[in-house]
């Protein structure tokens, strides 16, 4: 825990940065019937029915200090979409970076290992060599900031039904080039000297 919240306590590098990597599955819904759309008065209404159209998944790979965030649609989540996503962090999000911190949670797809299952072992050993991990503590992933970042795509967009992966990328592209032309930051005030005092049950007595 004290890692992830020293790690927020730096000041803004762009040679290192820091970015906080999350995923969120999507159930997909079609209307059977057209809504009806708000008039003077009156809210939109929309029919209890629906179709239900399987699942899709986000990617969110948001760096806090610099107001910026990039969400993939995929179909699934596995190890090799895992590593791909480390891949274009590196190669195509931060090229001329020293090398990447990232804070993720401890999913089982997270692994430096889940490289070497997509790559030949000199690409996997390339881009791990250019990534540094933190890890936020099993039941804690609320410290990890990509949280917040999914709390406001969920609130701005997801709540709505989503028919497909088509409208769905629609949806958080024009959400995700709005806040990145605001460079929406994300302000973090809890440090590692907050939890010695409010979390101190978790730490050694003696």
């Not at 019937?33 to 209404?45: I, L, M, N, T």
């Not at 179909?75 to 931060?94: F, G, N, P, S």
């Not at 997270?110 to 890890?135: K, N």
Request: aromatic share 10%; charged share 25%; net charge neutral.
């Amino acid at each position: 825990m004290e890692d992830v919240l020293d790690l927020y306590a730096e000041p803004y590098d762009p040679l290192y940065p820091t970015v906080c990597f999350d995923e969120k599955p999507v159930v997909l819904h079609a209307e059977m019937r057209p809504p009806v759309p708000a008039a003077p008065g009156q809210p939109e209404r929309i029919d209890c029915e629906y179709q239900r159209r399987g699942t899709a998944n986000l990617f969110f790979l948001v760096e806090p200090l610099r107001g910026w965030r990039q969400v993939h649609v995929t179909a699934q989540r596995t190890k090799q979409d895992y590593a791909e996503q480390m891949r274009w962090l590196v190669d195509v999000a931060y090229p001329s970076a020293e090398y990447v911190r990232v804070v993720q949670d401890n999913l089982n797809t997270h692994t430096p290992g889940a490289l070497y299952e997509t790559f030949p072992a000199p690409e996997a050993r390339r881009i791990l060599r250019r990534l540094e991990f933190h890890s936020t503590p099993k039941h804690a992933s609320c410290l990890n900031m990509a949280a917040i970042e999914i709390g406001v795509f969920q609130r701005s967009c997801l709540q709505r039904r989503i028919a497909d992966e088509q409208q769905l990328r629609q949806q958080v592209t024009a959400l995700q080039e709005e806040r990145n032309a605001k460079h929406c930051t994300i302000s973090w005030r809890f440090t590692a000297s907050d939890a010695r005092q409010k979390l101190q049950r978790l730490y050694p007595t003696s």
